[in-house]
Protein backbone atom coordinates (compact mmCIF):
# COMPACT_ATOMS: atom_id res chain seq x y z
CA UNK A 1 0.00 0.00 0.00
CA UNK A 2 1.16 3.61 -0.86
CA UNK A 3 -0.09 6.67 0.78
CA UNK A 4 -0.16 9.93 -1.02
CA UNK A 5 -0.45 13.11 0.27
CA UNK A 6 -0.39 16.29 -2.02
CA UNK A 7 0.00 19.77 -0.97
CA UNK A 8 0.42 23.71 -2.20
CA UNK A 9 -2.56 23.98 -4.18
CA UNK A 10 -4.31 27.44 -3.11
CA UNK A 11 -6.20 30.85 -4.82
CA UNK A 12 -3.37 32.79 -8.15
CA UNK A 13 -3.78 34.91 -10.20
CA UNK A 14 -3.72 34.35 -13.82
CA UNK A 15 0.14 34.27 -15.11
CA UNK A 16 1.12 33.31 -11.75
CA UNK A 17 2.79 30.07 -10.32
CA UNK A 18 2.40 27.35 -8.27
CA UNK A 19 4.38 24.38 -6.74
CA UNK A 20 2.53 21.10 -6.01
CA UNK A 21 3.98 18.74 -3.84
CA UNK A 22 3.40 14.88 -2.98
CA UNK A 23 5.01 12.59 -0.56
CA UNK A 24 4.42 8.89 -0.30
CA UNK A 25 4.75 6.77 2.24
CA UNK A 26 4.42 2.84 2.50
CA UNK A 27 6.19 0.99 -0.13
CA UNK A 28 8.98 1.79 -1.62
CA UNK A 29 8.69 5.36 -3.80
CA UNK A 30 11.47 4.05 -6.16
CA UNK A 31 9.37 1.49 -7.27
CA UNK A 32 6.47 3.57 -8.95
CA UNK A 33 5.99 5.91 -11.86
CA UNK A 34 4.20 9.22 -10.58
CA UNK A 35 1.89 10.69 -12.52
CA UNK A 36 -0.07 14.11 -12.45
CA UNK A 37 -3.64 14.81 -13.08
CA UNK A 38 -6.47 17.22 -12.45
CA UNK A 39 -10.43 17.58 -12.60
CA UNK A 40 -12.74 20.58 -12.56
CA UNK A 41 -16.06 20.77 -11.79
CA UNK A 42 -18.31 18.58 -14.36
CA UNK A 43 -15.20 17.31 -16.00
CA UNK A 44 -13.37 14.23 -16.62
CA UNK A 45 -10.24 14.02 -14.98
CA UNK A 46 -7.20 14.83 -17.19
CA UNK A 47 -3.75 14.10 -17.39
CA UNK A 48 -1.20 16.49 -16.62
CA UNK A 49 2.09 14.90 -16.19
CA UNK A 50 3.60 11.79 -15.33
CA UNK A 51 7.76 10.58 -14.30
CA UNK A 52 9.25 7.57 -14.90
CA UNK A 53 10.71 5.34 -11.40
CA UNK A 54 14.15 7.07 -12.02
CA UNK A 55 13.25 10.68 -12.88
CA UNK A 56 14.58 10.22 -16.29
CA UNK A 57 11.67 10.15 -18.47
CA UNK A 58 8.88 12.68 -18.16
CA UNK A 59 5.83 12.75 -20.03
CA UNK A 60 3.24 15.98 -20.15
CA UNK A 61 0.10 16.83 -21.88
CA UNK A 62 -0.35 19.28 -24.51
CA UNK A 63 -1.54 21.63 -22.17
CA UNK A 64 1.17 21.07 -19.73
CA UNK A 65 4.00 21.57 -22.16
CA UNK A 66 6.00 24.75 -21.76
CA UNK A 67 4.51 25.69 -18.35
CA UNK A 68 4.91 22.77 -16.38
CA UNK A 69 7.58 20.49 -15.22
CA UNK A 70 7.87 17.59 -13.30
CA UNK A 71 10.37 16.60 -11.11
CA UNK A 72 10.96 13.69 -8.10
CA UNK A 73 13.32 13.08 -5.57
CA UNK A 74 13.51 9.24 -4.26
CA UNK A 75 15.63 10.02 -1.04
CA UNK A 76 12.79 11.92 -0.16
CA UNK A 77 9.69 9.99 -1.27
CA UNK A 78 8.76 13.22 -3.23
CA UNK A 79 7.84 14.33 -6.84
CA UNK A 80 6.88 17.75 -7.65
CA UNK A 81 4.78 19.92 -10.36
CA UNK A 82 5.94 23.43 -10.58
CA UNK A 83 3.33 25.20 -12.58
CA UNK A 84 4.05 28.50 -14.61
CA UNK A 85 1.96 30.91 -16.60
CA UNK A 86 -1.09 29.35 -15.01
CA UNK A 87 -5.02 30.31 -16.48
CA UNK A 88 -8.18 29.54 -15.70
CA UNK A 89 -8.23 26.88 -17.16
CA UNK A 90 -5.69 25.48 -15.08
CA UNK A 91 -7.97 25.33 -12.21
CA UNK A 92 -8.90 21.79 -10.77
CA UNK A 93 -8.44 19.82 -8.60
CA UNK A 94 -4.86 17.77 -8.57
CA UNK A 95 -3.99 14.67 -7.75
CA UNK A 96 -0.95 12.89 -7.87
CA UNK A 97 -1.01 9.03 -8.31
CA UNK A 98 1.39 5.88 -8.26
CA UNK A 99 1.69 3.16 -10.66
CA UNK A 100 3.29 0.50 -12.69
CA UNK A 101 4.43 2.74 -15.70
CA UNK A 102 4.80 6.06 -17.16
CA UNK A 103 1.29 6.47 -18.44
CA UNK A 104 -1.36 9.34 -19.36
CA UNK A 105 -3.99 6.69 -18.73
CA UNK A 106 -5.20 7.12 -15.30
CA UNK A 107 -6.26 3.57 -15.10
CA UNK A 108 -2.42 2.44 -15.39
CA UNK A 109 -2.16 4.31 -11.55
CA UNK A 110 -3.06 2.35 -8.40
CA UNK A 111 -2.76 4.67 -5.68
CA UNK A 112 -4.24 8.07 -5.69
CA UNK A 113 -3.57 11.17 -3.13
CA UNK A 114 -6.85 13.15 -1.84
CA UNK A 115 -6.15 15.74 -3.95
CA UNK A 116 -5.24 19.55 -3.52
CA UNK A 117 -7.39 22.35 -4.93
CA UNK A 118 -6.06 24.69 -7.74
CA UNK A 119 -7.77 27.99 -8.20
CA UNK A 120 -6.50 30.62 -10.73
CA UNK A 121 -8.75 33.94 -10.56
CA UNK A 122 -8.83 35.90 -13.90
Known amino acids: QVQLVESGGGLVQAGGSLRLSCVAS????????MGWFRQAPGKEREFVSA????????LYADSAKGRFTISRDNAKNTVTLQMSSLNFEDTAVYYC???????????????WGQGTQVTVSS
Open 97 to 111: AAGSSTDGNYRMYDY
Open 26 to 33: GRTFSRYA
Open 51 to 58: ISRTGGYT
